[in-house]
């Protein structure tokens, strides 16, 4: 059973730190590409960070972000625990969202999995 069990949101203040897990289960973790998504009231969800998988190899792993968070945020991945983190740091109210972990795999990109979601509210 695939599972992305996701954890970390709460309320955080401007320029305060918020970190994000999502615990992987069900399916080869190594395999795949892994993601973090946002969504905002009224707004299309958006790709905020991703982070490549290891090909079994338990290291590496090719990161990039939106240019919204780029230098905020730091995506991870934890081979041994299945876990993908995103570190956000210095977190402003255009960060409100709710976040999901997504999975996909490195060959077939229609496999795809997602989380229930976290939802981070910054605010004063």
């Known amino acids: 059973q695939v599972q992305l069990v996701e954890s970390g949101g709460g309320l955080v203040q401007p320029g305060g730190s918020l970190r994000l897990s999502c615990v992987a289960s069900?399916?080869?973790?190594?395999?795949?590409?892994m993601s973090w998504y946002r969504q905002a009231p009224g707004k299309e969800r958006e790709l905020v960070a991703t982070?490549?998988?290891?090909?079994?190899?338990?290291?590496?792993?090719?990161?990039s972000y939106a240019d919204s968070v780029k230098d905020r945020f730091t995506i991870s991945r934890d081979s041994a625990l299945s876990t993908v983190s995103l570190q956000m740091n210095n977190l402003k109210p255009e960060d409100t969202a709710v976040y999901y972990c997504?999975?996909?795999?490195?060959?077939?990109?229609?496999?795809?999995?997602w989380g229930q979601g976290t939802r981070v509210t910054v605010s004063s």
């Open positions: 982070i490549t998988g290891t090909g079994g190899t338990g290291i590496g792993g090719t990161t």
């Open positions: 069900g399916f080869t973790f190594s395999r795949y590409r």
């Open positions: 997504n999975a996909r795999h490195m060959i077939i990109a229609t496999t795809d999995f």
